[in-house]
């Protein structure tokens, strides 16, 4: 699963690296996808199974949001997602500046934040991964 965070604080360059580096990891994996877009809240939940992401074109992809932030409504949807009896995520990678209020329990599977250079990177758990936005 992916998160992007589609608050008002990501600028364009920076969503337009997330869609590129989203877009990159489809080429080499082949599995199913869960993209969600979340500013404050939840704003769209788009599941795209592995032949379905050949030919999705993340670069016109449209985000969602654009409001105020909240890190924490995708662990929510996700414990919700398994309590409905469907499978644990692998992993969930969040692609966000970081500023937002951010959960502090570890979840059940394994998390990587993805910050731009500038992007906070006070999380509680998880991994974090800076990416150039001008890269």
Same mark, same amino acid.
């Given at each position: ?17 997330? $869609? #590129?580096? %989203?877009?990159?990891?489809?080429? +080499?994996?082949?599995? =199913? $996808? #869960?993209? %969600?877009?979340?500013?404050?809240? +939840?704003?769209?939940? =788009? ?89």
């Amino acid at each position: 699963m992916v998160a992007i965070d589609t608050s008002g604080s990501m600028n364009k360059e920076i969503l337009g690296k997330i $869609l #590129t580096e %989203i877009d990159a990891a489809r080429q +080499i994996a082949d599995c =199913k $996808l #869960t993209v %969600i877009q979340c500013d404050a809240v +939840i704003q769209s939940v =788009k599941t795209l199974e592995s032949w379905e992401l050949s030919s999705t074109n993340f670069d016109r992809m449209s985000m969602r949001g654009r409001g105020g932030t909240s890190l924490i409504p995708p662990f929510d949807w996700v414990k919700e997602y398994v309590e409905e009896g469907n499978q644990i995520p692998d992993a969930l990678i969040y692609m966000t500046d970081g500023y937002g209020p951010s959960p502090t329990d570890n979840p059940m599977y394994p998390c990587l934040w993805v910050v731009p250079p500038t992007g906070s990177t006070d999380f509680s758990f998880g991994d974090v991964i800076r990416i150039d936005a001008a890269a």
